[in-house]
Nanobody, 125 residues
Framework: EVQLVESGGGLVQAGGSLRLSCAAS????????IGWFRQAPGKEREGVSC????????YYADSVKGRFTISSDNAKNTVYLQMNSLKPEDTAVYYC??????????????????WGQGTQVTVSS
């Protein structure tokens, strides 16, 4: 069955870095877009970044451009999110998801079909 498992979350000081991993199985990895989403307490789920595993195209929310980098290792069926210059506002549960969005809906969470369980990222000031 389709499964995605996030790892790499934790507690970090503002200005620090974390690298999240999303290990995927049960589907043809390079046929899907893999996205990272986050949800903070009291806030709506938002798209953070996405990568097309087939051609490597990447997309970022304005709030993380220049700080976060998404990448994939297709041989390992794994997608990474390198998060630098972290801010307290980045504190959230981070989820990875697989789907087939259009360009217009690339960071829309409702366009994604398969979800991991999430990993907590906490950025302290």
């Amino acid at each position: 069955e389709v499964q995605l498992v996030e790892s790499g979350g934790g507690l970090v000081q503002a200005g620090g870095s974390l690298r999240l991993s999303c290990a995927a199985s049960g589907f043809t990895f390079d046929d899907y877009a893999i996205g990272w989403f986050r949800q903070a307490p009291g806030k709506e789920r938002e798209g953070v970044s996405c990568i097309s595993s087939s051609d490597g195209s990447t997309y970022y929310a304005d709030s993380v451009k220049g700080r976060f980098t998404i990448s994939s290792d297709n041989a390992k069926n794994t997608v990474y999110l390198q998060m630098n210059s972290l801010k307290p506002e980045d504190t959230a549960v981070y989820y990875c998801a697989a789907g087939s969005p259009t360009i217009a809906t690339i960071l829309a969470w409702r366009e994604y079909d398969y979800w991991g369980q999430g990993t907590q990222v906490t950025v302290s000031s």
